[in-house]
């Protein structure tokens, strides 16, 4: 994977907010797996949601791409209410993410999986499709282009035309990442893009995630158990607990807090663990 060089600057880092959470709750059966959260996510800076098992952080993703409603209060997106928006259209918004446990076409090649995010932006319809209007062979061309210049800017060019179950584990990731990138969003959200990495693999992920920002001008909002990881990149975190935000702030205010070191003693041991390997507690 390329490095990043000096000359490489942020876009920009304080600017203003682009994804709102506003008091947003939503609750499955019994449990409010969200309860009243609001957060900003500005626009150009790499903001870390952390918190133990099941504190909500993958809910805020599912709010935010239209996977779930919110029982109530507001998700908005560059001022705009996100309301009920269907998945695609909050992609075409500028709204992209990755999952927790990869999902990629495993039979397909990887830039058929890349061109599956690129194609988010077509507005060819299926007669143009089938006649080859000069429109869609248009889109077509655009769409391999963005796909193959995302997977360039991922150290992935060479891997192109094998299969993605053929690709590494480290290179799955990274094209989960391409995938996402294709689809031109503004704001990219990543859930635990470092999970099953070795420390040389997530110094290379935190290199990456910075040269997301300050290379290409994504706003990244970022999910990750890996504590050195998710304070050594981020601008700001927010922290999650039992569906409830307990703080927000600069790592080092974060990881000094009592709310948060409590929250992640009172929780199993790898969580505590992990927290533990930055030498706060
Ligand atoms: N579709 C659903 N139906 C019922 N409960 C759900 C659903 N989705 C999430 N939950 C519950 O909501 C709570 C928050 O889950 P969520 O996956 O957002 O947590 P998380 O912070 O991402 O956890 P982890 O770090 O383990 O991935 C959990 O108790 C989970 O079981």
Do not use: W
């Amino acid at each position: 994977m390329p490095s990043t060089s000096v000359s490489e600057q942020p876009v920009t880092r304080n600017g203003a907010a682009l994804l709102s959470l506003d008091d947003v709750s939503i609750q499955f059966g019994g449990l409010k797996a969200l309860d009243g959260v609001s957060f900003d996510v500005r626009e150009g800076e790499i903001l870390g949601l952390i918190g133990p098992n099941g504190a909500g952080k993958t809910t805020c993703f599912n709010v935010m791409t239209g996977v779930y409603q919110p029982t109530s209060g507001e998700v908005r997106f560059a001022g705009e209410p996100l309301g009920r928006r269907k998945r695609f259209a909050i992609t075409r918004l500028g709204i992209a993410r990755t999952f927790q446990n990869i999902r990629l076409f495993g039979n397909m090649t990887a830039l058929e999986n890349v061109l599956v995010g690129a194609d988010a932006h077509h507005r060819t319809n299926v007669i143009d499709a089938l006649v080859r209007s000069p429109r869609h062979r248009r889109e077509e061309r655009e769409g391999e282009e963005t796909a193959r210049e995302v997977m360039k800017f991922l150290g992935l060019e060479r891997r192109a035309d094998e299969l993605a179950r053929n690709l590494s584990y480290g290179e799955q990731r990274r094209l989960e990442i391409a995938r996402a990138m294709a689809t031109k969003p503004r704001l990219l959200c990543l859930d635990e893009p470092a999970a099953g990495f070795n420390p040389a693999e997530k110094a290379q992920l935190m290199d990456l995630i910075r040269r997301i920002r300050d290379v290409r001008g994504l706003t990244v909002l970022l999910i990750e158990h890996d504590m050195g990881l998710v304070m050594g990149v981020s601008d700001r975190v927010a922290v999650l607990e039992f569906g409830r935000k307990i703080a927000e702030g600069a790592p080092v205010d974060v990881r000094n807090d009592p709310a948060v070191i409590a929250a992640y003693l009172g929780t199993e041991a790898d969580d505590a663990g992990e927290f533990d390997q930055e030498g706060d507690l």
